[in-house]
């Protein structure tokens, strides 16, 4: 059973913000979320962290800006999802635009996920070295890719890492390691994506170029124009929106709706059937980021790199398309994969178990991220979903519950057990890796025993966690807009009430859907209950979105349920 709880919040400072302007609701979600006064709530470019607080990124700057000036071949190395992908447009926009004037050349090189796995490895070194290159920079990848640097070194190769991941116990031996998460990083936000670190070094960058004489304010290049693509890497990879990740996701949303976009990004909009003029983060989460990871997922990034570094809309939307027709494909891939899921979980075996591990020989190793996901949600379990890669290996892909830290969960598998695991990597929430074929059974119980040893069972209680219940004079279009104002993901919830209705009407539709019919104190307000066939009771305490529907243009307000407990 889930249990609806409510958000603590001071109530000094919900008054003191309602009193600023603010709705009383949003006042209360706000203070709930730790913001204490309007200026937390400034997403103005001034806001963001200075770049020289990024632990090396003045080194990085000089040795680009050597590069640029020796006329050098920078290679980008880029990472295969959206996040990747997003950071790879941006540095080779940046770069062609601060090399302007040079001979410099810059290219990249995406690595196709199923025949050379994660990151830069020795394979993917070699790779590279076919094109000669100068200098390497990783984009979202390269914290973990020891022997892959030590393959460039001995080609004489320098390299860059760019990352945002958790490093291992040894750094690889690189020219600079950007990353926020590096040892001695003094940096205040972790929680930059891999696009975000490549916006600042890129800005880093400018500042040495502009030292060089190279330009000035005046005439130096605008490197705001890539907000649009640093917005939507930043939202896809769910990283944790502190105030630094708000300002680049606000200034980047502000940037779409003006028209001010990307070509790649205004012809997804279209595929996706969402509207540029009035984007959310979520249209970025939820409707173009898997339209970009789809094409990693099932084949390799460079349809989506190139949908987001073409200036030709006409190019751009056939790129659109066929990244839509990717996501189709890893919709279905992913349905079926989700069923066979949930045919080999007992749900009595389940529960008194602290995780889940699944495997399947005939799964597709670029979706089981998705389906460990999907069954973590069911289950409150942190999950990981194997597929075969070749003969002798599995890849598997993790998701995990608040509570449970999944790589250092693995990083503890590995201490208790130091031949297991071959390779893995990953974050608190989301974290991959490889075994041997026949190493499965054993690691599935040392995945259990770690996690057991580590937790509290209180944390497999399945709580969601709201803002409480509206006065029915609160329930005004003028809440839901602004609430829209604001920037909402990941560590920043949306709103989220919860209270008692009368359920006075409901039906299914679609066959998956519940529409509602339901009253509070007298008032009627239609809503719609997503993937939801049971009926619910006669009155019934639900966790709920107020959102405004307009049809036909009449506007009235709507309820979206998440839960009913």
Request: with cysteine; glycine share 8%; charged share 25%.
């Amino acid at each position: 059973m889930t249990r609806l709880i409510t958000r603590d919040y001071d109530p000094a400072v919900a008054r003191r913000l309602a009193a600023a302007g603010m709705p009383a609701p949003l006042a209360r979600v706000l203070a709930a979320r730790g913001i204490t006064s309007d200026e937390q709530l400034r997403l103005s470019l001034e806001g963001l962290i200075a770049p020289g607080a990024l632990s090396h990124v003045d080194a990085a700057a000089s040795l680009l800006a050597d590069a640029i000036d020796a006329e050098a071949r920078l290679l980008i190395v880029a990472d295969y999802d959206c996040d990747g992908a997003t950071a790879c447009a941006v540095g080779l926009r940046g770069l062609r635009m601060l090399a302007a004037g040079s001979q410099a050349s810059v290219d990249y090189l995406v690595p196709n996920r199923f025949e050379y796995g994660y990151g830069l490895t020795p394979e993917i070194v070699d790779l590279a070295a076919q094109r000669q290159p100068d200098l390497l920079i990783t984009v979202d990848n390269g914290i973990a890719s020891v022997e892959g640097v030590a393959r460039a070194n001995e080609l004489g190769i320098e390299v860059l890492v760019t990352d945002h991941h958790l490093p291992g116990a040894v750094l690889p031996d690189a020219a600079c390691i950007v990353n926020p998460n590096q040892p001695g990083c003094g940096f205040p936000s972790k929680h930059l994506a891999g696009v975000g670190v490549m916006f600042y070094v890129l800005l880093a960058l400018r500042a040495e170029l502009r030292a060089r004489g190279r330009f000035d304010m005046a005439s130096q290049p605008r490197l705001d124009t890539l907000l649009d693509l640093v917005a939507l890497g930043t939202v896809a990879d769910v990283v944790r929106l502190d105030h630094n990740n708000r300002v680049l996701v606000a200034q980047g949303l502000q940037r779409i709706r003006s028209g001010r976009l990307h070509p790649g990004i205004a012809a997804l909009f279209q595929v996706a059937g969402r509207d540029a003029r009035t984007a959310r983060a979520a249209d970025l989460g939820f409707a173009i980021g898997p339209r970009i990871n789809a094409a990693g997922r099932l084949t390799d990034m460079t349809v989506g790199i190139e949908c987001l570094t073409t200036d030709s809309f006409e190019r751009a939307l056939a790129l659109a398309q066929q990244l839509d027709e990717l996501n189709r494909e890893r919709r279905e891939i992913e349905s079926d994969m989700q069923l066979d899921a949930l045919a080999a979980i007992d749900d009595a075996v389940v529960q008194p178990r602290s995780t889940i591990c699944l495997f399947d020989e005939s799964w597709h190793q670029g979706v089981v991220g998705l389906v460990a996901s999907r069954i973590k949600e069911k289950y409150h379990r942190p999950t990981i979903a194997f597929a075969r890669s070749g003969e002798s290996e599995l890849r598997g892909s993790g998701r995990s519950i608040e509570g449970v830290h999944l790589r250092d969960t693995l990083d503890l598998v590995t201490k208790v057990a130091p031949t297991l695991v071959k390779r893995f990597g990953g974050h608190a929430m989301a974290a991959g890796l490889t075994l041997a074929a026949d190493e499965y059974d054993r690691f599935a119980a040392a995945f259990e025993a770690a996690t057991s040893s580590s937790c509290d069972r209180s944390i497999f209680d399945r709580t969601i966690a709201t803002d409480g219940a509206l006065e029915p004079s609160e329930f005004t279009f003028g809440l839901v807009e602004a609430c829209e104002q604001h920037v909402w993901g990941q560590g920043f919830p949306a709103p989220l009430f919860a209270q008692e209705f009368d359920v006075v009407e409901q039906r299914l539709v679609k066959e998956r859907h519940l529409k509602l019919g339901l009253e509070l104190d007298g008032r009627r307000f239609n809503g719609i209950f997503f993937r939801r066939t049971e009926p619910l009771p006669r009155r019934a305490r639900l966790a709920y979105r107020p959102a405004i529907d307009d049809y036909q243009g009449q506007r009235r307000l709507s309820l979206f349920v998440e839960q009913c407990e």
